[in-house]
């Protein structure tokens, strides 16, 4: 099994563009999370989907960000446009759960992105 | 609403020592419960889990147990190695959602 697949690993772009991160979760796999990593707040979950629909995006920072999920297997998030403070590593994970069971999230590698 | 405590870091330690790495939760209801470990330049990871209370979570010589009294689940290892140095989240999932609930991380270094 490949595991979650991120790509790209690292992108860096300037302020005002937009960017787009992928996902492709584990094979299987019906819940799917976006993650962002920061040294000032940590790890904060920004969405999540349950069978390709979003459940809770009570995280997604503001209108400039976008996630969404076509079908089971690729998710995108988009910032539009970007800005500085959006530098961060983003981390996907997926997990075989079903709403309120306890599964294993697995995460990705990460993409780091840089806004200059 | 649900949270996780961690102990600051960094946690220096020389190889072979005894590491604890304290963790507390708040949370309604029964929350699972999970240390997760990121090595550099790598994702999450799961360590060990614990589903219930008085569970004991163990893995490559981790061990937690989920101490429902003192609302506690901290990680501990008998002798740690170079390859353990990494950052160690603690985590929760509530009863009724599947979003995992992160402490802050607890970086730890081990040196020769």
């Known amino acids: 099994d490949a595991g979650v697949i991120q790509s790209p690993r690292h992108e860096v772009t300037e302020m005002g563009q937009e960017v787009t991160l992928r996902c492709k979760p584990i094979s299987g796999h019906n819940s799917l999370f976006w993650y962002r990593q920061t040294m000032m707040r940590g790890l904060e979950l920004l969405i999540y989907f349950n069978n390709n629909v979003p459940i809770d995006d009570s995280g997604m920072p503001e209108d400039r960000f976008s996630a969404k999920m076509p079908n089971a297997s690729f998710s995108t998030l988009k910032i539009q446009p970007s800005e500085p403070r959006d530098s961060a590593v983003y981390f996907c994970a997926s997990s075989p759960a079903k709403i309120g069971t306890k599964n294993i999230q697995y995460f990705g590698a990460g993409t780091r992105l840089s806004v200059l | 609403g649900d949270s996780v405590t961690q102990m600051e870091g960094p946690v220096t330690l020389s190889e072979e020592a005894f590491l604890t790495i304290n963790c507390t939760y708040t949370a309604t209801g029964y929350p699972s419960l999970f240390w997760y470990v990121q090595y550099p330049g790598e994702g999450l990871q799961l360590l060990l889990k614990?589903?219930?209370?008085?569970d004991k979570g163990s893995n490559k010589g981790f061990e937690a147990t989920y101490r429902k009294e003192t609302t506690s689940f901290h990680l501990e290892k008998g002798s740690v190695q170079v390859s353990d140095s990494a950052v160690y989240f603690c985590a929760l999932t509530s009863y009724n959602t599947d979003k995992l609930i992160f402490g802050t991380g607890t970086r730890l270094q081990v040196f020769p």
């Open positions: 614990a589903t219930k209370a008085d």
